[in-house]
């Protein structure tokens, strides 16, 4: 009996043991203050904004989770038609751009940029990019991890949380950059959501701390949208003054849970921010 | 807001149903236990905690005090953050005890960060089962988001709400006449943090009774995220040491 009583403390003890040190081994192949300090460090494809004559005034497209792969449609070429119709200044998306994070996917998305695009096409990292050696693709063909740019009065800033953490040092880095901007609007672009409605689904920023913290920071710097995706879920809610928006899907052939692919043109005028939710169904231009 | 406490009142309310429909056996409390005051312990807990946005050393004190041994357990509790001075939580915790081995917890905590000048406050409802060796709780947490006014712990502003599961399983080992146990389970929330924290935590516990009041514990806990994201890693890391005393009557001295 004491040998049975041993044993199984044994081995469970050794499947403790196991668990908890196969999930040290962090099994993203990248960690978020690598790809941080690469990004901040300038090692990957910068973003080159558009020339503007003014840039108080323009519109941009913000769509997520398009999951763009090799074999499937996607919705590049609408994205423009839609960009030409509204004279949209650039794309910008929350990532989930690919859908498995490939080389192939990556190269597909710049012949389809080239043919399809006339404008800029910017992107927050999703947890899809990272699979595989996707970090290595997106920095080099899509951009930084991290990013923020003054566009005419706006603070465009790009925030990493593919794997459903921010990081201190992307935390502290984000409340100085928030600090010092003088933009009359703020924009954060990122995949996770702070907060889904009623019950707390596994979809949001894993960390309750972090979402305390910035949930803090929007709330003192005053930002304007916290736009994010991952979920596949369209949802709408304003946390203080601060309006979350979780976009559905962009995707050709993954749809949205409780809606159908979509996109926003966020216009700036001026001291004053509209935005149109739109159906890629829906286009008749 | 008012349909949750609502929700809340009634399913205390069911819990007491549930006890009224009186038990028997050895397990049971006494039939007509009375009411009157009783300090029933102290806990003291000494936790490091490690994750991402937080790495903090606190202290964790609560004390147990019973007026009536099923219905009214009460157990205030406060955790003293030296690392970090902005970070305030304490709690109220009711445990109506419906047998031996089963209870309903119902759980005030109140969390302020001076720093981001955001709060919340959780009420947390969970059944429990602490058997000699086996030991799980079912529950859900509501929890309000505090963006103004975030130092009251009365504001269950219902703007920023949450609903989340609570969940913990654990065995217990026990070694040397009940001297040595040790523990093992997974949780997504413990007594020693106010309320859940990501989505799969396995721990363990190595434990010492002292004396027939004083039990010593070392407790290790690990939260893992990013489950459904297919990216799994270790976001949290706690480590605590913890002494129980009881206020147990003293055992009458054997006849020689």
């Given at each position: ?285 | ?246 206020n147990l009557p003293k055992k009458p001295k054997t006849a020689q």
């Amino acid at each position: 009996m004491k040998r049975i009583k041993i044993a199984s403390l044994a081995g469970t003890v050794f499947l403790w043991v196991f668990v908890s040190c196969g999930t040290d081994l962090n099994l993203s192949p990248s960690a978020v203050p690598d790809r941080f300090n690469e990004s901040i460090d300038g090692k990957t494809k910068p973003i080159i904004l558009p020339r503007d004559k003014d840039p108080q005034h323009f519109n941009f497209v913000w769509l997520t989770d398009m999951h763009i792969r090799t074999d499937r449609k996607d919705y590049m070429p609408e994205l423009g038609n839609i960009t030409e119709h509204n004279r949209s200044r650039f794309i910008i998306t929350s990532g989930d751009l690919t859908d498995g994070g490939e080389r192939a996917q990556y190269n597909h998305i710049l012949v389809e940029e080239s043919q399809d695009l006339k404008v800029p096409l910017y992107s927050a990292l999703g947890n899809h990019d990272l699979f595989g050696d996707g970090w290595e693709e997106f920095k080099d063909k899509i951009g930084p991890s991290t990013a923020s740019v003054k566009y005419g009065n706006s603070q465009l800033i790009i925030l990493d949380t593919a794997t459903c953490e921010v990081g201190r040092d992307q935390m502290d880095w984000l409340s100085d950059t928030l600090h010092h901007s003088t933009a009359k609007h703020k924009f954060i672009f990122t995949h996770f959501c702070l907060y889904n409605k009623v019950a707390e689904l596994p979809i949001i920023l894993c960390d309750p701390d972090e979402r305390f913290e910035l949930i803090g920071l929007l709330k003192k710097y005053q930002v304007d949208f916290y736009l994010c995706g991952h979920g596949h879920y369209a949802e709408e809610v304003k946390i203080g003054d601060t309006i979350q928006i979780q976009g559905a899907t962009a995707s050709a052939w993954n749809n949205p849970v409780n809606s159908k692919p979509e996109y926003y043109v966020f216009t700036i005028d001026g001291n004053q921010v509209d935005y149109d939710k739109e159906y890629f169904e829906d286009i008749d231009f | 807001m008012k349909k949750n406490l609502i929700g809340l009142v009634i399913l205390i309310l069911v819990a007491v149903s549930a006890k009224a429909q009186e038990q028997t056996g050895a397990g049971a409390p006494a039939k007509n236990p009375e009411w009157g005051y009783q300090f029933k312990g102290i806990d003291y807990n000494y936790v490091i905690r490690t994750s991402a946005s937080l790495s903090d050393t606190d202290i964790q004190l609560s004390s147990d005090y019973s007026f009536h041994p099923t219905w009214v357990n009460l157990t205030p509790g406060i955790e003293m953050d030296f690392s970090n001075p902005g970070l305030t939580r304490y709690f109220l915790q009711e445990r109506i005890n419906l047998s031996k081995y089963n209870s309903v917890v119902a759980r005030m905590n109140h969390l302020q960060y001076e720093r981001w000048e955001v709060g919340a406050n959780f009420v947390n409802l969970y059944f429990q089962q602490i058997r000699p060796n086996l030991s799980w709780a079912l529950g859900a947490v509501y929890i309000a988001q505090l963006l103004d006014d975030w130092r009251n712990p009365l504001n269950f502003n219902d703007d920023l709400y949450q609903l989340r599961m609570l969940y913990q399983v654990g065995y217990t080992w026990r070694f040397r006449q009940n001297k040595i146990d040790f523990s093992i389970g997974a949780e997504n929330f413990t007594p020693y943090e106010n309320y859940g924290y990501d989505q799969l935590g396995p721990y363990f516990q190595l434990g010492y009774q002292i004396s027939q009041r004083t039990h010593l514990a070392a407790m290790a806990d690990m939260r893992m995220v990013g489950l459904g994201t297919a990216l799994p890693h270790l976001e949290r890391e706690t480590y605590s040491l913890m002494i129980d005393w009881r206020n147990l009557p003293k055992k009458p001295k054997t006849a020689q």
